[in-house]
């Protein structure tokens, strides 16, 4: 199981829909109760407690960990592949610009008062996810923007969403249920009173929709499901949206319309994320990309081969970059495409770091392409 991505390819794709991805999260907590969690396993599978003085001073944090001192030191407490780039951190979190620039936006519960009376008038529980919020923060705010320009009131957490999936990746299913406790509780009363969870990273979102509903207690099931109905990505939501009669929508729908110039031939590359493509949500990427006027093409490809920390472990670090160059960069290559998009953080820093490209986040393009 050591070179299972995690993908969940097999769950949609085995006649038998085999869940090879739960079986290796399992196998791994088995172990972990035998022979204690190594360190790498707490290092990859609890990122946020790694994180604290790094955000405080991102600057030196970034200097540091490009040094070769750094690197070596990673190499041997946590097995990290010293040649691949770690992803910066940025000079203010998501969190910390919201709260100084939409306070009224924080919330721990609806206002008092509130009412979701209509889908004219929509509200949104913004996901913010550890590694959006501290390293590509601009993605946040992109769809935090587009919300509020198809005049949604949104929300969001004092506090990072965190839906596990970093520890399930590394096999601590033991920490799961307090975790899951946790979120159903911040969610909740905002599910409760007709809001709609938008998140960015497929793998965060796709986890409160797939496995929150099997790791939950019995008297939890209730509130992890009406979460899974109503968690979307990003793109998935605008969709709804833009799709929806009302003369609202039809208004915003309106205004939309495509970025003036793309530099070159026009072309848009979209990658999408593996856990999007086994559950079956990854063309809404393209389609609200061709909603708002894009010229999307999807890349024929698989996985990008990074897979969370399978790209930066030394042990398989090779044998990511042979999958990204299967399919995915080889297409990047003969192509040539002017922007490529991927709704995946692994995935964005897959192909930067090997095509050497610049990769946004779908909201980002849908923000500059929808105009109010």
Known sequence: ????????????????????????????????????????????????????????????????????????????????????????????????????????????????????????????????????????????????????????????????????????????????????QEVLERTHPFMEAGVELVGLEPSEVLTFRDEFLDLCEESQLPAARLLAERSFLVEEWVLTVLDSPSDQSSEKASTVRPLVKLNGNGALAVHGHCHAKALGVASAQTKALQKVGYDPQQIPAGCCGMAGSFGYELKSSQVSKDIANLRLLPWIVEKKPERVVAHGFSCRHQIEDLAHLPVSHPAVLLDQAILV
Not at 1 to 19: F, I, M, R
Not at 118 to 145: E, G, M
Request: proline share 8%.
């Open 1 to 180: 199981l050591s070179l299972c991505l995690s993908c969940k390819a097999c769950k949609s794709e085995c006649p038998a829909n085999v869940d090879m991805a739960r079986m290796k999260a399992e196998y791994q907590n088995a172990k972990h109760r035998r022979e204690g969690i190594p360190f790498a396993k707490k290092f990859f599978g609890r990122p946020e407690q790694f994180y604290g003085l790094a955000t405080a001073i991102p600057g030196f944090a970034n200097a540091i960990a490009g040094t070769a001192l750094s690197k070596t030191l990673l190499k041997s407490l946590a097995g990290v592949d010293p040649s691949r780039p770690l992803p910066k951190f940025a000079s203010e979190s998501f969190l910390s610009w919201v709260r100084k620039h939409h306070p009224d936006a924080i919330q721990v519960e609806p206002p008092k008062g509130f009412e979701q009376s209509s889908k004219n008038s929509p509200a949104v529980l913004l996901a913010v996810d550890l590694f959006s919020n501290v390293h590509q923060p601009d993605s946040l705010k992109a769809a935090f923007s587009v919300a509020q320009k198809l005049g949604a009131t949104v929300y969001v957490l004092p506090e990072v969403l965190d839906s596990g999936r970093t520890r399930l990746s590394q096999g601590l299913l033991d920490e799961m249920p307090e975790l899951v």
